[in-house]
């Protein structure tokens, strides 16, 4: 293949200074670069006309090939037609035709399918313009994250704005699945990458079939809306249309009103519209628990986390996760290992030159089995935990003999519990440890540690009303633990030619490890 661009030479001059003359011509800065490698190409000298056969061009940052290019020299234009294949940046796509200013880079695509790889999504139409700044604008079109054979859902409209890596505006739009007309809108945005938008995300279409009948909920349809209600925090509603079970929402808020600060508050509940048989829980239903008449049920879960930065050196983390019963995780989440609980979590941590302090605390209840039914009734509080004793961790910041880095660290920690028994108390353990890390050969490290756990255990058994709370007797004990640990790294790089294999590196990292517990 010969390559023709202005800068050859060789026994085509006459023609190569006519196509320098094209790309270089005009305003200053108003004619793009022009490359074209082809095997073969004729020139029409009366009209200066040049047509090129299997033949590639680059156009900014636009690449195109075709079966037939033609350029017009006096009117700075180019058409392009027969299996015409292009990428445009992040976009790549098809078209039967296309024509184009060799000037702006703006042009016409006919009968043309859009693929950006970035966010998945396809836009065809009957011809979409392409405008500057990569911004492509379709009228007549169809935008989904589907293939465009494949079916599933799509968005038909009128007119669509799409930049890519920024944001995508339509106007009389349908939401179809399949040929059926689902909602219509007047006016839909939906952000990309850059730019917050309130407007609709791609919808959500998902089949759960299951054997079972508690799980098979069958097609699942969500549209996601999002509100961006400042720069520091948003709204995403999402409605969702669940065949087997009836409408659902879905509610998420994310905010970060300070520097350094995230949270996110998660909410989804739904009113079941058919009642749920006891007979279709009975694989999971203790022998108390599956009778009872059919009923509706009101489904919920929620989860929230917090998480933000207290001055220079402190953090406070906070969290809680909650469901309605011990089965909606795994019925509408499709989470297949999951143990039914609520917790509520806080930690406030803090960090000085040579010691970390945190204080924290939990509460963890859970239910009685994996069951809708085990619901407030039979939620049970199994144990309290706070922690009431700061945890600590100091190192020292000096090395011995000016080589050897020793290490000190302290571990506390205080537990509240109760039990269904009627047995409640406190365990209140202090861990102390010494460390000392040692580089004997590069990539050889050895590690002695040696720590003791001072444990301290009291209860107390709560009687029935009338008579008295009898206080056990405090128990104590200490136990030593000796750590001998020997680490060692091993790595390799292999470096090929080239390829989605090249410079692989391997690593590994024995590791030998004796520890000896010794009660005192």
């Not at 689902?182 to 939906?190: D, K």
């Not at 659902?248 to 009642?275: C, D, K, M």
């Not at 004793?389 to 660290?409: E, I, W």
Request: proline share 7%.
């Amino acid at each position: 293949m010969r390559r023709l661009s202005p800068l050859n030479r060789g026994p085509w001059l006459a023609v190569l200074v006519g196509l320098g003359v094209l790309v270089g011509l005009g305003r200053p800065g108003a004619a793009q670069e022009l490359q074209i490698d082809a095997p073969s190409f004729s020139v029409d000298r009366a009209t200066e006309t040049y047509r090129y056969a299997d033949a590639r061009i680059r156009l900014g940052s636009l690449q195109l090939d075709a079966q037939q290019i033609t350029i017009s020299r006096p009117e700075r234009t180019l058409s392009a037609s027969g299996r015409v294949r292009f990428r445009d940046g992040a976009v790549v796509g098809t078209a039967d035709r296309v024509s184009l200013d060799l000037n702006t880079g703006t042009g016409t695509l006919y009968l043309v399918s859009l693929y950006q790889a970035e966010d998945g999504y396809y836009l065809s139409g009957a011809e979409i313009r392409r405008e500057g700044n990569g911004i492509y604008v379709a009228t007549d079109c169809r935008f989904s994250t589907c293939e465009p054979r494949m079916g599933g859902w799509a968005l038909g409209a009128g007119h669509i704005e799409y930049r890519p890596g920024s944001y995508g505006i339509a106007t009389d739009a349908t939401l179809r699945v399949g040929d059926v007309p689902i909602f219509w809108f007047p006016f839909v945005a939906w952000p990309t990458v850059t730019e917050r938008t309130t407007g609709v995300l791609p919808p959500e279409l998902t089949v759960q079939d299951s054997s079972l009948p508690r799980l098979n909920i069958g097609t699942r349809l969500a549209v996601p809306v999002f509100i961006a209600l400042g720069p520091d925090h948003d709204l995403t509603l999402t409605p969702e249309i669940i065949d087997r079970r009836g409408p659902a929402l879905g509610t998420e808020y994310a905010y970060a009103f300070v520097p350094g600060q995230r949270g996110l508050l998660r909410l989804w509940n739904i009113s079941e519209a058919h009642p749920r048989s006891f007979r279709y829980e009975n694989d999971i239903l203790t022998p108390g628990e599956a009778e009872g008449e059919p009923r509706k049920l009101s489904r919920y879960l929620y989860e929230w986390s917090h998480n933000q930065p207290l001055g220079a050196r402190g953090r406070m983390v906070l969290r809680a996760e909650g469901s309605s019963d011990g089965q909606v995780f795994r019925e509408y989440e499709r989470i297949k290992e999951y143990s039914p609980y609520r917790v509520e979590q806080g930690t406030l941590s803090y960090q000085w030159d040579w010691v970390q302090a945190s204080l924290s605390a939990d509460r963890q209840a859970e239910f009685t089995s994996e069951s809708i039914y085990a619901d407030a009734e039979s939620f049970t509080d199994q144990a309290i935990r706070p922690v009431l004793l700061p945890r600590l961790r100091a190192t020292l910041g000096k090395r011995l003999f000016s080589a050897v880095p020793l290490t000190l660290q302290a571990d506390t920690s205080a537990t509240r519990f109760t039990t269904e028994e009627g047995l409640s108390g406190l365990v209140t353990t202090v861990t102390p440890s010494v460390g000392l890390p040692l580089t004997l050969l590069p990539g050889l490290e050895f590690r002695p540690t040696l720590q003791r756990h001072f444990v301290d255990y009291s209860a107390l058994v709560e009687r029935e009303a009338d008579t008295p709370e009898v206080e056990l007797d405090a128990e104590g004990r200490m136990q030593d633990e000796y750590a001998l640990e020997l680490r060692y790294s091993l790595s390799r790089v292999f470096p090929l030619d080239g390829g989605p294999w090249s410079d692989i590196k391997h690593i590994l990292r024995p590791r030998l490890l004796r520890i000896a517990l010794d009660e005192v």
